[in-house]
């Protein structure tokens, strides 16, 4: 079985971000980046079904700015076998997103793409759902357990009521969850490894993707800040503020 | 224009994420349809037609649509939404919404807008991103806008005084490509996370899911849910539902005590908007501190049973 998984740059997730004074969107400039944490989760996910005998091969794929490079290479240290780039400068929504991803599909023919379950900077947890619907395939999103089988693979799922299992007809759709696996740190071999693993460059308009923002971002601007309270002396001093004060028990 | 609600699965009573999305629906303005679906939901789609508001009640009552399934739901939705030429979808940001409305807006080729915090107008939406340290204002050029709304942010319409109209609607079909096998649902006698009024979450400070026992009793003493840090959830000391935060449950009680929780942006990100928070850790520079109204820096195994017993009283 070939898996593909999908992985974007972003902000790292210990950086306190800072809104642009215009307004115009949030500090990018010498920020640290990173792999998005739950892409992490995926490509380690990927990586443990090769291990176990259940996957031949894993392509890892991203769409961004030439840097994404990097991103990619951290996959193949973490185990992936080649990457193929997207390389576009162009800010990317999920639905072309999705889109670009469809077509690499149909050209790499996988039996099952996993993705991060939401990108950390835009939180939009959108990208999965909408390629599976592009493909007409399942989809396991929130993931927190994944067991292929012959023709089907067993996801189970972080739903509000607790977990879910489903069965999916492959090929089919994985979106990851934080509870899937823990990402294993790449060895200072398998880095050097990855230095000679291919990347292949697409050009975006080789697929014929089309970028071109449905939403538009009018303003970004900082959430109102909360004011921090008192520190209280005992247990007796806080219920006394719980009851008299703020009256919320 | 109007607006497609999509209810939030039950069999019987109206799930309060429904009522809190017909609040973000009132907020766009125009009448609002609700999509009931499932499998025997005579009597949801009933409860339904009785929220304040409501104009039809469409009901797809089948036996593919009993587990909520994103294959056999999308096209259900994609179609009652060209039938009814509706300009807006809108869904909960529960695991349920979150699942099916992208599927969706991809079948009607539509960006969606997901976790809207406000509606500025019938095109324009504010929403969280960055674990909410930056809110974007964004509009949409599509003609359909598919929206997932964050509960905590709108008011909930009232469940009775409507008196809405029930339609049934033809079901789509089983799509054949997933079913449902088996859950594992959290039992609790407890308020749920999302609608609780009081809220008593633990950290990795508690050490063991025995500890947890601990904050059940205060929690009961307070007729309060019982929510966690993503390290106590990671941890096994409780289910990963209880996980509060950026990539867990957004909540905004009238009161959350958070004991043994340091408070990274990520936690934060799914409490911050509660009425009043209060901290309960050890070390005095924890940064949870930095937001609670009111912080007691002490050990936890003796400051929460005293907190029980004196709410006891
Ligand atoms: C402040 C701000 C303003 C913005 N303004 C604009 C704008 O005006 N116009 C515009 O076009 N965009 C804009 N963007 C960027 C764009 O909205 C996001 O990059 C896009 O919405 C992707 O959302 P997501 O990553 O949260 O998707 P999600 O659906 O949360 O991503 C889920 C998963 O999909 C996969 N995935 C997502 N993106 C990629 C990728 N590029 N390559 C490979 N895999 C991927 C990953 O596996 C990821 O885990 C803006 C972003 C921000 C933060
Ligand atoms: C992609 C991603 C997503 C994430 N999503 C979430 C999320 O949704 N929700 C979430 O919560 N986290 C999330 N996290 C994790 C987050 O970054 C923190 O690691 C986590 O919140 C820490 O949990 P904690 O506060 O319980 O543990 P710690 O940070 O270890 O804090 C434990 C606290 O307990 C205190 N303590 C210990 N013993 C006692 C005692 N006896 N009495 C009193 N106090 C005591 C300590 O002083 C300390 O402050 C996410 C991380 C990533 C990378």
Redesign the pocket.
């Known amino acids: 079985m070939k898996i593909l998984?999908?992985?974007?740059?972003?902000v790292d997730y210990n950086v306190k971000i800072r809104v642009k004074p215009d307004n115009?969107?949030?500090e990018l400039a010498n920020v640290k980046m990173s792999m998005?944490p739950?892409?992490e989760i995926?490509v380690e996910e990927a990586v443990r079904l090769k291990e176990k005998g259940a996957a031949t091969e894993i392509v890892v794929?991203?769409?961004?700015p030439a840097s994404?490079q990097e991103t990619i290479r951290t996959a193949l240290a973490m185990g992936a076998d080649r990457g193929i780039l997207?390389q576009t400068d162009?800010?990317?929504?999920?639905l072309?997103?999705?889109k670009?991803?469809k077509t690499l599909v149909e050209k790499e023919q996988p039996q099952l793409v996993?993705?991060?379950?939401?990108?950390?900077?835009?939180?939009?947890?959108?990208?999965?759902?909408?390629?599976a619907a592009l493909l007409g395939w399942a989809q396991g999103t929130f993931a927190s357990k994944v067991e292929p089988a012959a023709g089907t693979v067993a996801v189970t799922r972080e739903v509000d009521g607790g977990l879910e299992t489903l069965s999916l007809k492959l090929p089919a759709i994985v979106?990851?969850d934080l509870r899937l696996n823990e990402p294993r740190y790449a060895s200072l071999p398998n880095i050097m490894k990855a230095k000679k693993k291919p990347i292949e460059t697409i050009d975006p308009a080789a697929l014929g993707a089309d970028?071109?923002?449905?939403?538009?971002?009018l303003k970004?601007t900082e959430p109102p800040k909360r004011q921090g309270g008192v520190k209280v002396g005992s247990v007796q001093e806080l219920v006394a503020k719980l009851r008299d004060e703020a009256r919320v028990i | 224009m109007s607006i497609l609600v999509i209810a939030e699965p039950s069999t019987g009573d109206v799930k309060k994420p429904t009522l809190t999305t017909l609040g973000a629906a009132a907020k766009i303005g125009g009448t609002a349809d609700v999509l009931v679906l499932g499998q025997g939901v005579a009597a949801a789609a009933d409860a339904t037609a009785k929220v304040a508001g409501v104009g039809t009640v469409l009901v797809a009552d089948a036996a593919e649509y009993a587990h909520a399934l994103a294959e056999n739901v999308a096209p259900l939705v994609a179609a009652a939404v060209k039938a009814g030429g509706y300009g807006h979808v809108l869904f909960a940001a529960t695991t349920f919404g979150k699942n099916v409305a992208?599927r969706v807006a991809a079948l009607l080729d539509v960006?969606p807008i997901?976790e809207i915090s406000a509606v500025v107008s019938a095109d324009t939406f504010e929403r969280p991103?960055?674990a909410g340290n930056?809110v974007?204002t964004?509009q949409s050029a599509d003609a359909v806008k598919v929206v997932t709304v964050r509960g905590t942010a709108f008011e909930a319409v009232a469940a009775t005084g409507g008196s809405g109209s029930v339609t049934a609607l033809a079901a789509t079909g089983e799509a054949g490509l997933s079913s449902f096998v088996s859950a594992e649902l959290t039992k609790s006698e407890r308020p749920e996370l999302t609608s609780a009024r009081v809220i008593v979450s633990g950290g990795r400070g508690m050490q063991s899911g025995d500890n947890f026992h601990m904050l059940d009793t205060l929690a009961d003493k307070l007729g309060a849910a019982v929510g966690a840090s993503r390290a106590a959830v990671d941890a096994g000391f409780v289910p990963n539902d209880y996980q509060v935060g950026q990539t867990g449950k957004i909540v905004a009680p009238e009161l959350y005590i958070a004991v043994g929780i340091s408070g990274a942006i990520q936690h934060l990100a799914g409490m911050k908007d509660s009425k009043v928070i209060v901290a309960i850790n050890k070390d005095e520079e924890a940064p949870i501190f930095q937001i609670a109204d009111y912080g007691l820096v002490a050990d936890l195994f003796k400051a929460v049973p005293e907190l029980t017993e004196a709410v006891s009283k």
């Open positions: 998984v999908a992985v974007k740059r972003v115009t969107g949030v998005n739950f892409d995926a794929v991203s769409i961004g994404a997207v162009a800010e990317v929504q999920p072309a997103v999705a670009t991803l996993i993705l991060g379950k939401q990108a950390i900077d835009d939180d939009s947890n959108q990208t999965g759902q909408m390629l979106t990851a970028f071109t923002p449905r939403l538009k971002t970004v | 992208p960006q997901s991103i960055y930056a974007a964004v």
